[in-house]
């Protein structure tokens, strides 16, 4: 098995799927001759074409709006978003249009679509280049939402995304791009949509997250281990659906939580993961839920000591677990 | 010298307040740590309320009859000597139940000066696992921030207490109701659309609590016997009417049964007693507590001193104590008290039933519906009055030959009466 960075990991993905599939088209802003900003995409047009990999014009409205139509008419499109942060004129594309013309159809139509957009911060991206923005799409009923945290879920993941025959929002962290690196597996595999992984296995407290977090739970829960406190990682892989059985199951075993994402705070996916818990897994707790996230300032800082300030990182994931193990 | 302040216990999951019976110690008395303190009633007990610490009461603050909420300061003491920093916390009557003792568990440092402020604040886990566990929490030391409790405190406990002798059980003051939790690990109920949700009356959660910790506690044993009661029918024919009209009351076939019931306790007195942990209470008094259906729920009154009664006052005691409880009217003195029951379900139209013993009683009779049946006599068949006497019986204290025996006595009995049989 190869070792990849998650960036190698999710341009191996695409490649595998699209010399699958021929309907694949690949779409967005400086993906054909740049090979994306990130290089994601990089040499896929000279394989494919320039009719499979699509330069677009810079409008995220109409990247996402003819995708649907393309999609509805029989293509697979995996459009890219070049920053999650530049979504939102597509929003109204992707809420009101992807997400329901299943249901408005009563089934006679569907939107087969990948979005895919690298989020998250910490490598200095300021406003416009940093944001989390999974928790917006993952309130959306007919949307599914998926952040990989390892190179190895980011190519099963992306060939999941890819097989749904509904909208899949796939956010990928820049700055896991190059800093995870990890074995995977040349031959295509899919990662379910909506299950959990359960990363490590620890029994006095469970970190519950996703996405680049993941790494930082584990690089947390083997400081902790020195000191004798034993700590589970769960990674949800999918924002939405959320695997409910995962999340109450981890939650039984320690019956102490501490719900990690860069998203800020309020109305995050801990919000809701947090409810799923005490709804269904009361009398299991031992202390209160504890989430542990970006602080709701209204965007990601230049500065560099604001922006470690704003970030969660492994060493404040550590200082929160040992304070819940030790509650 | 340093001040207690005796606060209402709670006394059932349940109960909300209690009403002072009576006070057992006067103010400039001086009581023992555990020694009963006063009386306290409630909707369905009564319970004698230990002191918590020893020392002199110096203030009676409610008087006998008086109902206050829970919590509601209820007398001072003054603790004798010094060291009133070290003075604990007020405890209930369940705090007091003994459970694995601080010195069992391992003892960290950092727990020994717990403060007290997180006493009685414990996680859901907490709670749940020290009532599957029948640990008190507040016996436990806390090795979690602040001194607080941990689930893992819990385990580590039980773990203790299962390898540990099992300690012997207070003094047999009425054990509170909040030990059982009937709500626990239940199946959870299917709602759909159009079912509709009843809120559990007071009555009835008592009812679920009492249920459940008998099931769950008791290793209930059924037998049966058949009775031929045609004399005891041609008795009560003959008699009813002019019975009626002497004593005001109807002649009912209860007292009979309970006649028969106090003979029977007398020949096997192992059905009169409880099940005390490491010993058997035998109980002295038969007082036979009769299951009662009211619009409230089922309610067992309990008619003292069956042994001392004959059948017209059984029947006049049983009368007044089915008549007060459908109008609601029996005090906590009519509730408490009994050491054997007998439940009536032929009144229901039964002729098999296995009733669910009143812990901490042993046994439970029933009465099942008498019916005419064809009955082989001698070398002939013959049209017979006949009842199904049915008994479940706590295994633990009397084994099938003392059940059989009893069962043996009641049906003798009741074939024994005969038409012209003397009631008086």
């Known amino acids: 098995m190869a070792e990849l960075s998650y960036l190698e990991a999710i341009r191996e993905g695409l490649r595998q799927e699209m010399e699958r599939d021929s309907r694949i088209i690949i779409y967005g802003e400086d993906v ?72 408005r159809s009563n089934g006679a139509f569907h939107v087969p679509l990948v979005i895919r957009a690298p989020f998250g911060g910490g490598v200095h991206g300021a ?131 501490l719900i990690v994402h860069e998203d800020n705070l309020t109305g995050g996916i801990g919000g809701e993961v947090s409810a799923l818990i005490s709804e269904h897994a009361l009398f299991y707790l031992d202390a209160p839920i504890v989430r542990l996230a970006a602080p709701d300032v209204p965007a990601m800082p230049y500065s560099a000591p604001l922006e470690h300030a704003f970030m969660v990182t492994p060493e404040k994931i550590r200082d929160k677990a040992r304070e819940l193990a030790k509650f | 010298m340093a001040t207690e302040v005796v606060s209402m216990p709670q006394l059932g ?66 603790v004798e000597g010094a060291g009133g920093e070290s003075a604990e916390a007020p405890q209930t009557p369940s705090e007091e139940a003994p459970t694995v003792e601080a010195q069992s568990a391992p003892a960290p440092a950092a727990a020994a000066a717990a403060p007290q402020e997180g006493r009685g604040r414990y996680s859901p886990a907490v709670r749940r696992l020290a009532e599957e566990h029948g640990i008190d929490p507040a016996r436990v030391n806390g090795t979690g921030a602040g ?170 005691a049983s009368q007044d104590l089915v008549q007060r409880s459908r109008a609601g009217r029996l005090t906590m003195d009519d509730l408490s008290g009994g050491t054997f029951t007998l439940d009536n379900t032929g009144a229901v139209g039964t002729v098999l039933t296995y009733p669910v013993i009143n812990a901490p009683e042993v046994g439970i009779v029933t009465m099942e519906s008498i019916v005419k049946r064809p009955v082989v006599v001698g070398n002939t068949i013959g049209i017979r009055d006949m009842v199904n006497v049915c008994l479940s019986f706590d295994h633990r204290v009397v084994d099938g030959a003392e059940a059989g025996k009893f069962l043996q006595v009641i049906k003798k009995h009741l074939e024994g009466i005969g038409p012209d049989t003397s009631i008086y």
């Open chain 1, 32 to 103: 054909g001759v740049r090979g994306g900003v990130f290089r994601v995409t990089e040499g896929l047009q000279k394989q494919f074409g320039e009719d499979r990999v699509i330069d677009s014009p810079l409008a995220e409205a109409a990247i996402i709006g003819t995708a649907i139509g393309a999609a509805v008419n029989g293509l697979r499109p995996i459009p890219e978003i070049q920053f999650a942060d530049f979504i939102f004129p597509a929003i109204n594309q992707i809420v009101q249009e992807a997400a329901r013309i299943r249901y």
């Open chain 1, 127 to 257: 406003l416009y280049h940093s944001q989390s923005v999974e928790a917006f799409f993952a309130h959306v009923p007919g949307l599914k939402v998926v952040v990989p945290g390892t190179p190895y879920d980011a190519k099963g993941l992306l060939a999941a995304a890819v097989q749904d025959e509904d909208p899949v929002l796939y956010f990928e962290h820049k700055a896991a791009y190059r800093s995870l690196k990890g074995e995977v597996p040349e031959e295509r595999y899919l990662i379910p949509i909506g299950q959990a992984d359960l990363k490590r296995e620890g029994q006095h407290v469970s970190i519950i997250t996703y996405g680049l977090m993941v790494s930082y739970a584990l690089k947390a829960a083997e400081e902790l281990e020195k000191e004798g406190i034993s700590v589970e990682v769960l990674d949800l892989r999918s924002v939405r659906p959320l695997d409910v059985e995962a999340i109450l199951e981890t939650s039984k075993k320690t019956g102490k939580v």
């Open chain 2, 13 to 78: 999951e349940s109960v909300t307040e209690g009403t002072i019976g009576q006070w057992l110690k006067n103010v400039g008395d001086a009581v023992e740590k555990y020694e009963s303190l006063l009386e306290v009633q409630t909707d369905k007990v009564n319970a004698e309320v230990p002191a918590p610490v020893s020392g002199k009461v110096t203030k009676i603050l409610v008087d006998p009859g008086q109902t206050v909420p829970i919590g509601t300061p209820i007398c001072e003491i003054e």
């Open chain 2, 147 to 316: 001194g607080r409790v941990t689930r893992n405190d819990i385990l580590q406990a039980a773990n203790h207490k299962d390898a540990a002798p099992s300690p012997a059980p207070a003094k047999t003051t009425v054990q509170p109701a909040q030990t059982a939790g009937f709500a626990v690990e239940s199946a959870p109920a299917v709602i759909e659309d159009g079912d509709t949700l009843e809120p559990l009356a007071p009555v009835r959660k008592v009812i679920a609590e009492r249920m459940v910790r008998s099931k769950q506690t008791v290793p209930h044993a059924w037998l049966m016997v058949e009775v031929d009661v045609t004399g005891l029918v041609a008795l009560r024919e003959r008699l009813k009417n002019d019975f009626k009209a002497r004593e005001g009351v109807s002649l009912t076939y209860v007292p009979f049964m309970m006649r028969a019931i106090v003979e029977a306790l007398r020949a096997v007195p192992e059905m009169n007693s409880q099940w005390n942990g490491d010993s058997i209470v035998m109980k002295k008094r038969i007082n036979v507590g009769m299951a009662a259906a009211t619009d409230r729920g089922l309610i067992v009154p309990v008619v003292k001193d069956a042994d001392q009664k004959n059948i017209v006052g059984l029947a006049k």
